[in-house]
């Protein structure tokens, strides 16, 4: 990206020749689409180039973090590409931690009382996830249930929720 980019400046200044590749680049960025050099090394998305790139920083500051600073107390789901293969990775680290099979398991989702600025530590099993919105509706925290949404707010945050793996027979039990 950062190479396209540079090549773009210069062919603008007039240092080196605009490829047909970079004047759909720049023709892409007049539009406020990502350009297809992007699309094939980013994330696909049909968000607009405007919104694309803080998206693109948000989920690179947040794997970073992670990268860095070690295990988060709550994953941002829209960061991954793939959130079912996080899910999964998670029921197969609880898996291999009370060697269970990982056939016999599935997710209990707890909602928590709070967003996650408010958890402080993850829990023992499963993990926190965040960034989940609800749209039309609105989570009522003291009731734990939806309501209406606020007057001219369609779209509302949705608390961290915790994903804890539990055995379907203990599961079916208690449903």
């Not at 689409?33 to 803080?54: H, T």
């Not at 398991?105 to 402080?120: I, P």
């Not at 929720?161 to 079916?172: E, F, H, M, N, S």
């Amino acid at each position: 990206m950062k190479g396209t980019l540079d090549q773009l400046d210069k062919a603008i200044q007039g240092t080196v020749v605009m490829s047909m590749q970079l004047e759909n680049m720049a023709t892409r960025f007049l539009d406020n689409k990502v350009p297809l050099q992007w699309e094939g090394v980013g994330y696909p998305s049909l968000k607009p180039l405007s919104s694309w790139v803080p998206d693109l920083i948000a989920r690179v500051n947040f794997l970073t973090k992670w990268l860095h600073e070690g295990v988060p107390v709550s994953y941002w789901v829209p960061a991954f590409f793939f959130p079912q293969g996080f899910m999964t990775a998670a029921m197969q680290s609880y898996a291999r931690k009370t060697a269970t099979a990982i056939d016999t398991l599935q997710f209990r989702s707890h909602v928590c009382e709070g967003f996650a600025d408010s958890v402080t530590e993850a829990p023992e099993d499963g993990v926190h996830i965040h960034g989940l919105f609800l749209e039309g509706c609105a989570w009522a925290a003291s009731r734990k249930t939806l309501e209406d949404s606020a007057p001219k707010v369609p779209i509302a945050e949705f608390p961290v929720i915790w994903l804890q793996p539990v055995d379907i027979a203990d599961r079916k039990s208690v449903v």
